[in-house]
């Protein structure tokens, strides 16, 4: 294993994703992508306001320069404050010690159930499209629900209307186009695609193997975007989003019976609409009614054993807000958040696989002999009103919310698969009100106070519906979220924030203790945890070329099992979080910059020792206490460099970026021999450079 390890660093070493670009047409704005928008009579964008001071928001320009994003903007994700480091090839959002799965993740309004793709390699949606990306890791306003977590949401910009342009990118890592044209007077359209060819890279350069050991995926994503503007103030959207990601991985082995493959297939397709109309006075309509499908597909073989989840489902929704002056200096804002999902499973193999946070395994471990098959379908609605006051007294904005969700939650089977009885459903009607509130105090022109808190539900995931595998009875997951800092405005481009946190969770599904537990209650809502912390910022903005931010964050997330159990420290938890952003334009074409990231390692279970089972002629690992071990810290310096040429009304863009500048080996994992009685750390991808070109004509 260790000369596998170092075959696929070696190889990995001299990667170099470079980029070979192809005539397009016109951009004239050196900031964006696209030169400005039609003009103003028909921008009915009014801007949100922020109920919330821990979120961040970055526009999609800048964040194109932040070192490390290989130039996607929603990468700079990974930079900010409130945000964890995720495992290495992982595409998870942890935000504020919540789990993975706890996180929403919005385009225009419309949810879609992932950010990035397999590998966090790229993001989903071409940031070509976007005005902006926005973070909020808790305790946010009326108007979104659904998430014991945070949020993630991007804002796509609005078509040029001055001529036909296109961005084409082809590189190694991947080809991407766009093209915009305007239809008219009235209408503006604009197609996206992008595939990866990260796969052939690493074939190119004998990298075959590092496939082992990093999840390398196939990936592809679409997108299009109509614009009509039916008035001075009324435009009228229309849009569609699509990506999929295939991965296929094997580990051979002399025994058969220790062969381990992974064919993987997930995707998914957004259909919306969205009207908007706003006024002079700030009021402001915006109704979005949406459709989609997702599928997901993992099939995991360990030997003569397999492992196989499916689901497939159909979803839609209906978001509709009215916010106007009700009376000088108050807001109020109405709305309707409609979901709904109807989705089809298939699961067969062992109860543990895959894992749920707070399963002992160590990595590459097999199934047990539980193995088990259901087949079976769930629906969910959520109808959710809400109400949200900003009303602004003098220094002190104010901003209460009520939100009401009620969940109808449906299951096809109530008990097990029994020869030919009749399936009995599952149904539950299930309504939770959640109060919210935010404040805001100035002191003064440079110093602000502000708190947020609120009560937040989420309903339960499809999979854990099973009769066999988890619980049709479950109902959804509460928590709350509280939040107090203090920012301070050192100069008009710097300031410097802190922020204290605190969730708590409640009914949380978990894996029933007892050794027989009941039928059809495999999972049950015992579950209760808590994440808490203190976050820091100082961050530049634009100031003679120069931006960035130091971003820190101390804290700490726990769970408890059940009654009575002892607390354990999350699957996710990072006590230290630091990230340092800088970047630099130099005179008019130059801009360097440098990205350096530290974080705690992830919590791992120790094994203590082993028995031998001779009935599948393996060892079975005994464990030590859960999560006492952690991960060796993570450390990382990137550095990134940017040339601007201009060909007449062209624009060339060329970048150099160095991830892992120090060539330092960081942990990923931890790897057991076949009788657990040697431990070794598998390392993630040493100092590997990517170049990049960005033509504009």
């Known amino acids: 294993m260790n000369r596998r390890c170092s075959r696929a660093a070696r190889a990995a070493r001299g990667l170099l994703i470079s980029a070979v670009l192809a005539r397009h047409s016109t951009a004239q704005e050196a900031a964006a992508s696209f030169p400005p928008p039609v003009p103003a009579e028909v921008e009915v964008r009014g801007v949100r306001p922020s109920r919330n001071d821990s979120e961040f928001k970055i526009s999609s320009a800048q964040a194109r320069q932040a070192p490390g994003t290989q130039g996607d903007p929603v990468k700079v994700i990974e930079n900010l404050p409130g945000v964890s480091r995720a495992p290495f090839g992982s595409d998870q959002l942890l935000l ?95 197609l996206a695609g992008r595939y990866g060819l990260l796969q052939h890279t690493l074939s190119a350069v004998g990298a075959r193997d590092v496939g082992e050991f990093f999840a390398v995926p196939r990936y592809g994503d679409y997108q299009g975007k109509a614009q009509l503007a039916l008035g001075e103030r009324e435009l009228l959207e229309a849009a569609f989003l699509g990506a999929s990601d295939v991965l296929s991985r094997s580990a051979a082995n002399r025994d058969p019976e220790r062969v381990t493959a992974l064919d993987a297939n997930n995707r998914f397709e957004r259909v919306y609409l969205r009207y908007l109309r706003s006024a002079p006075d700030g009021s402001r309509v915006e109704v979005v009614p949406w459709f989609g499908h997702d599928l997901d597909r993992s099939d995991a073989h360990f ?44 699961r067969e193999g062992s109860l543990t696989i895959p894992a749920r946070e707070g399963d002992v395994s160590v990595f590459g471990q097999p199934p047990g002999n539980d193995g088990n098959a259901d087949q079976w379908s769930t629906t969910q609605l959520d109808v959710a009103p809400y109400a949200t006051l900003d009303w602004q007294l003098g220094p002190l904005t104010l901003s209460p919310g ?13 008990t097990p698969r029994v020869r030919l009885t009749p399936a009995i459903g599952q149904s539950a009607l299930e309504v939770r009100f959640e109060p919210r509130l935010a404040a805001r105090l100035r002191l003064g022109t440079r110093v602000t106070l502000f708190g947020a ?152 279970t120790p094994v203590e020792g082993a028995l031998y089972d001779e009935t599948d002629n393996r060892f079975q690992p005994i464990f030590g206490a859960q999560n006492s071990l952690r991960l060796p810290p993570f450390w990382q310096l990137d550095a990134r460099i940017d040339r601007r040429f201009r060909l007449g009304r062209a624009r060339l863009s060329v970048s150099f970026e160095v991830l892992n500048v120090t060539d330092h080996a960081n942990a990923k994992e931890l790897a057991y021999s076949f009788d657990y009685a040697q431990r070794a750390p598998i390392t993630g991808l040493p100092l590997v450079a990517v170049l990049g070109a960005r033509l504009e004509l």
Not at 312 to 330: H, K, T
Not at 402 to 414: E, I, P, Q
Request: include cysteine.
């Open 96 to 190: 504020w010690g919540a789990a993975p799965e706890d996180t929403r993740v919005y385009v225009d309004g419309v949810e879609i159930p992932r950010l990035f793709h397999g590998s966090g390699i790229r993001s989903t949606v071409n940031g070509d499209l976007l005005r902006s990306v926005t973070v909020t890791p808790g305790a946010y306003g009326a108007d979104f629900g659904r998430a014991v977590g945070g949020l993630v949401r991007l804002e796509t910009r609005d078509l040029p209307g001055d001529g036909a342009h296109a961005v084409l990118d082809l590189s190694t890592l991947d080809a991407s186009a766009l093209l915009s044209a305007p239809l008219g007077e009235r209408t503006r359209v604009a």
């Open 402 to 414: 009520l939100r009401c969700d009620g969940y109808l939650l449906g299951a096809s089977r109530k």
């Open 303 to 346: 030997g003569s054993k397999r492992a196989l989840l499916e689901q497939s489902a159909l979803r839609w929704g209906l978001r509709a807000e009215q916010r106007s002056l009700v009376v000088p200096g108050a807001t109020l804002s109405l709305g309707l958040d409609f979901a709904g999902s109807s989705t089809h499973l298939t």
């Open 453 to 604: 808190a609120g009560l937040y539900s989420q309903p339960p995931a499809a999979a854990d519906s099973s009769a066999v595998f988890g619980s049709p009875t479950l109902g959804p997951e509460s928590a709350l979220h509280a939040s107090l800092g203090e920012s301070v405005s050192v100069t008009k481009t710097l300031s410097a924030s802190v922020i204290g946190y605190y969730r708590s969770l409640s009914e949380r599904a978990v894996r029933d203790p007892s050794p027989t537990p009941k039928l059809a209650n495999t999972l049950v809502m015992d579950g209760t945890g808590r994440s808490y912390g203190v976050q820091f910022l100082l961050r530049q903005r634009p100031w003679h070329g120069f931006f960035g931010w130091i971003a820190y964050t101390i804290s700490r997330s726990e769970q408890r099992d059940g009654p009575g159990a002892v607390v354990r420290v999350f699957d996710y938890d990072e006590p230290h979080v630091l990230t340092v952003v800088a970047s630099q334009l130099l005179g008019d074409d130059w801009t360097v910059g440098l990205r350096f990231r530290y974080a705690s390692g992830a919590p791992r």
